[in-house]
C-alpha cells in the first residue's frame, strides 16, 4: 500500500511539474541565426505559440501548432495567454532575451534566454557587462539624477526609442547604436548636439 | 584607370575587413544546446579553436580545424593567439558570453554573443537585467561599500567563486544559484549562515 502512494505522489508531482512548464516564455535573440537550439525545440512543442509580428517572424519555421499575434500588450491580453496555457502548451516569444526589458517579468512562467541588444552592443563597444548599469527608458522615465549617481561607478548603456529626450544628458558624450542587425548606424558625439530616429536605440555613456 | 584604381581599393578594403575578422571571440552559452546557429557557422569556419577545456567540450561537433587547449589564460598567452591570428582564421570559443566576465575584453578581436550564467539566473529568479547591477568577484575585489551604494537602487548579483568571503555581507539576505546547468542547486537564507562551496556561484541580493 505505502509502495502504492509512493507512486501516486510521484505521478501527482510529474503531473504538477508538467502543469507549470505549460506557458514558456523563450528569447528569439536579435539577429538572424540567434536562436539557440533549446529555444528551437520548445518552440517545435508549442500547441501555440504568441509573439509581435516581428518575434513570430524570427522563429516562424519552427512554429508546428498554432501562433497568434500580440497587438495590446495589455494585461488583459497577458490573461487570456495564461489562461489558453491551462489548457494547452503555450509558448511567448519574446525578441531578445525576455528577462532584458522583455515579457519575462509579465508572466510567472518559464523563461528560456535568447541574445539580447544589450549583449550585441557591448560585444561591438568592447565592453564588459560588469562593467556597466543597464537602464530600460522605454517603460520608465530614466532621470539624470540616477544616470549621474552611476557613472561615479559605472558606464551606462540605456535602452531607448525615439521618444527618449536626449538634449537632457547635456555635454556628455554618447555612442548611439541604432537598429541593431537590421539597418545599423553608430555615432558619437555629445548628447547636446545628437536627436534620437529610431525605436531601436542603444544609448552608451563611457564612465 | 579610374575604374581600376577604384576596384584595387575596393579589393583592399575587402582584404583589411577579412584580416580584421580573423579572430574572433565566441560565446558557448553555459547549457547545453545553447549554442546559436551563427556561433556554430564561425566555428565551423576556424582553421583554429582555442578556449578551455570545457569550452572546447561544449562546441567540440563543430570544430572542423585544429584547436588548443588555454592554460594560462596569460597576457603571453593572448599574445601567442594575436600572433596566430594574422596567419590564420582563429576562434577563441568563451563559455557563458565573452562580454560577461568572458574573454571578450582580452583581445582586440570581433565577438559573437552566447547565452551567459547571468541570463539562466535572472530567468530562474523572475528579474529583469534593467533591475540589477552584476559585479564580477572573480577577478577583482568586490567591497560591501560599493554593493550597499548599488542596492540603493537596485538588487545585485554576485558572480564568485569559493574564495569568495561570503560572510561580509552579514546580515543581507541572499539567493545562491550553484553550478547552473551542472549539479545545479539554489539555496536561500542570511549571508552571515551561508558557506560558499562551488566556484560557479551567483549571488543575487534583492534591493
Not at 94 to 122: C, N, R, W, Y
Not at 161 to 169: E, Y
Given at each position: 500500500?505505502?509502495?502504492?502512494?509512493?507512486?501516486?505522489?510521484?505521478?501527482?508531482?510529474?503531473?504538477?511539474s508538467?502543469?507549470?512548464?505549460?506557458?514558456?516564455?523563450?528569447?528569439?535573440?536579435?539577429?538572424?541565426?540567434?536562436?539557440?537550439?533549446?529555444?528551437?525545440?520548445?518552440?517545435?512543442?508549442?500547441?501555440?505559440?504568441?509573439?509581435?509580428?516581428?518575434?513570430?517572424?524570427?522563429?516562424?519555421?519552427?512554429?508546428?501548432?498554432?501562433?497568434?499575434?500580440?497587438?495590446?500588450?495589455?494585461e488583459?491580453?497577458?490573461?487570456e495567454?495564461?489562461?489558453?496555457?491551462?489548457?494547452?502548451?503555450?509558448?511567448?516569444?519574446?525578441?531578445?532575451?525576455?528577462?532584458?526589458?522583455?515579457?519575462?517579468?509579465?508572466?510567472?512562467?518559464?523563461?528560456?534566454?535568447?541574445?539580447?541588444?544589450?549583449?550585441?552592443?557591448?560585444?561591438?563597444?568592447?565592453?564588459?557587462?560588469?562593467?556597466?548599469?543597464?537602464?530600460?527608458?522605454?517603460?520608465?522615465?530614466?532621470?539624470?539624477?540616477?544616470?549621474?549617481?552611476?557613472?561615479?561607478?559605472?558606464?551606462?548603456?540605456?535602452?531607448?526609442?525615439?521618444?527618449?529626450?536626449?538634449?537632457k544628458?547635456?555635454?556628455?558624450?554618447?555612442?548611439?547604436?541604432?537598429?541593431?542587425?537590421?539597418?545599423?548606424?553608430?555615432?558619437?558625439?555629445?548628447?547636446?548636439?545628437?536627436?534620437?530616429?529610431?525605436?531601436?536605440?542603444?544609448?552608451?555613456?563611457?564612465?
Amino acid at each position: 500500500m505505502k509502495g502504492l502512494l509512493v507512486r501516486r505522489e510521484d505521478i501527482l508531482r510529474r503531473l504538477r511539474s508538467w502543469r507549470l512548464k505549460m506557458l514558456t516564455v523563450v528569447g528569439s535573440g536579435i539577429c538572424r541565426d540567434h536562436l539557440t537550439d533549446r529555444a528551437k525545440k520548445i518552440i517545435e512543442r508549442a500547441e501555440v505559440v504568441y509573439g509581435s509580428k516581428k518575434a513570430l517572424d524570427n522563429v516562424r519555421e519552427f512554429i508546428k501548432g498554432k501562433f497568434k499575434v500580440m497587438k495590446g500588450f495589455s494585461e488583459a491580453e497577458y490573461s487570456e495567454i495564461v489562461e489558453e496555457s491551462k489548457r494547452k502548451n503555450v509558448v511567448v516569444v519574446s525578441t531578445g532575451d525576455p528577462m532584458v526589458a522583455g515579457l519575462g517579468t509579465k508572466f510567472h512562467a518559464e523563461v528560456e534566454p535568447g541574445i539580447s541588444s544589450v549583449q550585441v552592443a557591448l560585444a561591438k563597444l568592447g565592453v564588459d557587462l560588469c562593467d556597466v548599469v543597464v537602464m530600460n527608458a522605454h517603460s520608465k522615465e530614466v532621470n539624470l539624477r540616477e544616470i549621474m549617481h552611476f557613472l561615479k561607478f559605472r558606464s551606462v548603456l540605456i535602452l531607448a526609442n525615439r521618444r527618449f529626450d536626449i538634449k537632457k544628458l547635456g555635454e556628455l558624450k554618447v555612442v548611439l547604436l541604432e537598429n541593431m542587425c537590421m539597418n545599423e548606424r553608430v555615432r558619437e558625439g555629445l548628447a547636446s548636439e545628437m536627436e534620437l530616429s529610431s525605436d531601436y536605440t542603444i544609448i552608451f555613456i563611457r564612465r
